[in-house]
């Protein structure tokens, strides 16, 4: 097995200091992690300890990434002022306070008291039309202006068989008509467990996700729905996860 040649600058996890609420996981994939990643090798490079330490957290993983660490914490909030996106950054750190704040697994049920007053307290189908549907209609104009992508046309839903997907995106060939009325030509199905355990900001960051998709279904050439290349160009401008 070949040698990590980063081994001798970046500081063994046994001297640092464990999170309390445990590892954090955030997705984050794209050019602007391309980007944190490439600063991060040159300090690592240079022998910049302080930097390095947060080499290991944009590596473990290629869709997210992964800090166990108080040091591993500040050191990479400290290269994202540096190198990634205003946007990409405060969506990061919000998310890592939200994590400190209440970790997702706080409790058995995998429900916390904010979730739970999501649930009792929410009109899920005004949630849709009057957060998801303008939020979609704004990020299409701002990304695809005089694109071929109509907001009109796609549906936004609630769909109950949705379990381990926290949204799915539709084309017109597989519209379930059950929950989707026959104004609608596309559709984006959203998951409420998800809504409920990670509030609004994150269904909005899976609908831009969805969004993607419909994108794609939109232009024969784009990838069919997958997450290849045609679908990893928008990551970044649409501010959201492959």
């Known amino acids: 097995m070949a040698q990590n040649p980063h081994n001798d600058v970046i500081p063994d996890l046994s001297e640092q200091t464990e999170l309390e609420t445990g590892p954090i996981k955030i997705r984050w994939s794209g050019k602007d992690r391309r980007r944190v990643v490439r600063g991060l090798r040159a300090a690592t490079a240079d022998g910049f300890t302080e930097k390095a330490v947060a080499f290991p957290v944009v590596t473990r993983q290629k869709t997210q990434i992964v800090i166990k660490t108080e040091e591993e914490l500040e050191a990479l909030k400290d290269e994202l002022k540096l190198k990634a996106k205003p946007r990409v950054y405060d969506r990061i750190t919000n998310e890592i306070t939200a994590h400190r704040q209440g970790s997702p697994n706080s409790e058995a049920s995998g429900f916390t008291e904010k979730a739970k007053e999501r649930k009792e307290n929410t009109d899920m189908e005004a949630l849709l039309e009057d957060e998801i549907r303008p939020h979609a209609r704004e990020r299409v104009a701002e990304v695809w202006p005089g694109g071929t992508v109509d907001i009109d046309e796609v549906a936004f839903f609630w769909n109950p068989q949705l379990t381990s997907h926290w949204g799915m995106a539709y084309p017109p060939s597989s519209v379930p008509r059950r929950y989707v009325d026959d104004q609608y030509r596309l559709a984006i199905g959203f998951q409420r467990a998800h809504y409920y355990r990670a509030g609004l900001e994150k269904l909005k960051e899976t609908c831009r996700h969805e969004l993607i998709h419909i ?21 970044d401008d649409m501010d959201t996860f492959v």
Request: aromatic share 20%.
């Open 215 to 235: 994108w794609q279904y939109e232009h024969p050439d784009a990838g069919n729905g997958g997450h290849g290349p045609k679908f990893k160009q928008w990551v």
